[in-house]
């Protein structure tokens, strides 16, 4: 599968942003799908992800109820809801998937195997 990430860019501490992973390939919905973040000079960490089928979420503490995460199978795409936005949220986000990805390793970057190119989002105060 191939995986674009879209919808970054310059925006308020405050504002709301949408982004979008696009996927091409078959059977999407066999593909768990998650968004990393990496900050300049930061390691790269786990935000959301959505599980492969009906699509159940997971999100990490720092981001919790803020950034909701959602899929459209027929659509092949996995939104990433991002609200009230804060500086420290800047960064680069990226999309990956897994097949089948068992829920403990939802939100471990290396047992993803395919990555969107990155969309980057500042926050400005």
């Known amino acids: 599968v191939q995986l674009q990430a879209s919808g970054g860019g310059l925006v308020q501490a405050g504002d709301s942003r949408r982004l979008s992973c696009s996927a091409s390939?078959?059977?999407?919905?066999?593909?768990?799908v998650a968004w990393f973040r990496q900050a300049p000079g930061k390691e790269r960490e786990f935000v959301s992800a959505?599980?492969?089928?009906?699509?159940?979420?997971y999100s990490s503490d720092f981001v919790k109820a803020r950034f909701p995460i959602s899929r459209d199978n027929d659509k092949k795409t996995v939104y990433l809801q991002m609200n009230s936005l804060q500086p420290e949220d800047t960064a680069t986000y990226y999309c990956?998937?897994?097949?089948?990805?068992?829920?403990?390793?939802?939100?471990?970057?290396?047992?993803?195997?395919?990555w969107g190119q990155g969309t980057q989002v500042t926050v400005s105060s």
């Open positions: 990956a998937a897994a097949s089948l990805l068992h829920d403990d390793y939802n939100s471990t970057d290396r047992y993803y195997n395919f």
């Open positions: 390939g078959r059977c999407f919905v066999n593909y768990s």
């Open positions: 959505v599980k492969y089928g009906h699509g159940t979420t």
